[in-house]
């Protein structure tokens, strides 16, 4: 790669065009979109596990109906973004491999518990608000194909988290058990919701590249900020608190102030050892083994159906 075609590569990109899959792109840029899509795919197949716990469990047919649909969109959003990352010459069989050995990374948040139902009103509230604070972005980034994605997927997300707020508003409302059980669901995922932005700026070991690529459009600590303004008001209108007492609106700089997040349970999440990391890899390895005869069928018909064209 000459310093020629990198200057060319950053000044389409400066340009604000759409880079496509049969484009030339330096090796790193590749590289790093590989390692985003990958893991992002990877996020929205593992985060069907936090709420598939409480498919059978929803209180009402029609939550049940609306979660079933949410899941499932989950699924497709995996699948899209899957075969954005293929169109940069990686296969989904390689990727799923890394991801059921464990050696995939994909977001922190999916590997905490939900325990209650409340659980499944404050995942669509808060992950889901926090997923489209980083992905509306993501709608403009330099590569065409996650550029696209991302439009479809922002616009489920946004149902997504309507169907999570509405439910914390119905406990909120409920009776005193109720309002006590959504309170303690938010307790338990505020945090860990703020840490789905990633490291801080300082310790964001891709931000500067990726910006450059303007395959990020902000940093971690500003997307991270900017959910936390819109989330406060949200928490206020339910009458319920954040569990964070240096919580404070700072009237100067017009945002609210957090308390410090405990990076150091970020990152032992983050490296295999958060409280559900084992059973969601195991999980999906289950579902890939178990599904193997499915895939050896569809090619064993796709092979005759081949033979029978040729002929
Ligand atoms: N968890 O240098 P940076 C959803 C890793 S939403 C685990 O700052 P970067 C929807 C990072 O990979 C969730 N690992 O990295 C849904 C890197 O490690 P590496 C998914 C994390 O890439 C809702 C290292 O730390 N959304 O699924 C995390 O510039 C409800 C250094 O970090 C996306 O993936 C973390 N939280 O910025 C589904 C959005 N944060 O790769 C179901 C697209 C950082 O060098 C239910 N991704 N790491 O080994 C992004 O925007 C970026 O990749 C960031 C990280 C912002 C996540």
Not at 182 to 187: C, G, I, K, M, R
Not at 264 to 277: C, Q, R, S, T, Y
């Amino acid at each position: 790669e000459t310093p020629e075609f990198l200057a060319a590569f950053q000044a389409r990109i400066d340009a604000d065009e759409k880079i496509e899959p049969n484009d030339p792109m330096p090796a790193a840029y590749r590289k790093t979109l590989i390692r985003q899509i990958g893991q992002h795919a990877h996020s929205e197949i593992v985060g069907m596990l936090p709420e598939g716990n409480w498919i059978t469990r929803a209180p009402t047919l029609r939550r049940k109906a609306a979660l079933l649909a949410k899941v499932q969109d989950e699924g497709g959003h995996g699948l899209y973004l899957y075969s954005a990352a293929e169109t940069l010459g990686v296969s989904r069989k390689q990727m799923t491999e890394e991801l059921v050995s464990g050696r995939a990374k994909y977001s922190s948040i999916f590997n905490y518990p939900t325990q209650t139902w409340a659980d499944i009103g404050a995942i669509g509230w808060l992950v889901d608000g926090a997923a489209i604070m980083n992905q509306v972005p993501l709608c403009r980034c330099s590569y065409g194909p996650y550029a696209r994605a991302m439009i479809r997927v922002c616009k489920e997300e946004s149902f997504h988290q309507r169907q999570g707020y509405e439910i914390m508003l119905k406990l909120a409302e409920g009776s005193p058990a109720q309002k006590e059980m959504a309170q303690d669901a938010l307790n338990r995922w505020w945090w860990p919701s703020l840490m789905m932005f990633g490291p801080p700026d300082g310790a964001s070991e891709h931000s500067d590249q990726s910006t450059r690529w303007k395959i990020k459009r902000f940093t971690n600590d500003e997307l991270r900020q900017k959910f936390v303004d819109a989330t406060v008001p949200q928490a206020q209108r339910l009458g319920l608190s954040l569990p964070d007492p240096a919580l404070a609106w700072n009237e100067a700089e017009g945002r609210y102030d957090y308390g410090e997040i405990d990076w150091d349970e970020f990152w032992a999440v983050v490296k295999g050892h958060g409280p559900l990391n084992k059973a969601r890899v195991a999980a999906r390895k289950k579902a890939w083994e178990d599904g193997a005869w499915v895939r050896e069928a569809a090619l064993a018909h796709a092979k005759k159906r081949a033979a029978r064209q040729s002929v």
